[in-house]
């Protein structure tokens, strides 16, 4: 059973920046998708950014183009995303998350596709 663990969320100014992080439980690289969602109250979990299991070209949700940066974190068997210029609706419970591709095919695109979830890291973005 693979486990992910996140790290990195805080509360910072408009404008500013953060990097998340999350560490996986064993090797996901050629294995897993894995991306970065997040939820506010009420609300479902949206997908932010997601990678293949070879990594290849990132998803991003168009709120984030141009501001949010995922990787392959291959050190740690994880994920980074990297969050530029945030803005106080960035605000919201940040989760990795992990489902197997190891025959390859795309990544889910809605969160209920995805059985591997961490416990979230709380984001807040004041103005």
């Known amino acids: 059973q693979l486990h992910l663990s996140e790290s990195g969320g805080d509360s910072v100014q408009a404008g500013g920046s953060l990097t998340l992080s999350c560490v996986a439980s064993?090797?996901?690289?050629?294995?897993?998708?894995m991306g970065w969602f997040r939820q506010v109250p009420s609300k479902g979990r949206e997908a932010v950014a997601t990678v293949g299991r070879l990594a290849g070209s990132p998803y991003y949700a168009d709120s984030v183009k141009g501001r949010f940066t995922v990787s392959r974190d291959y050190a740690k068997d994880g994920l980074l995303l990297q969050m530029n210029d945030l803005q106080p609706n960035d605000t919201a419970m940040y989760y990795c998350?992990?489902?197997?591709?190891?025959?390859?095919?795309?990544?889910?695109?809605?969160?209920?596709?995805?059985?591997?979830w961490g416990q979230g890291t709380p984001v807040t973005v004041s103005s």
């Open positions: 998350a992990a489902e197997e591709r190891f025959y390859g095919g795309a990544c889910p695109s809605d969160a209920s596709g995805w059985r591997f």
């Open positions: 064993e090797n996901t690289y050629g294995r897993y998708c």
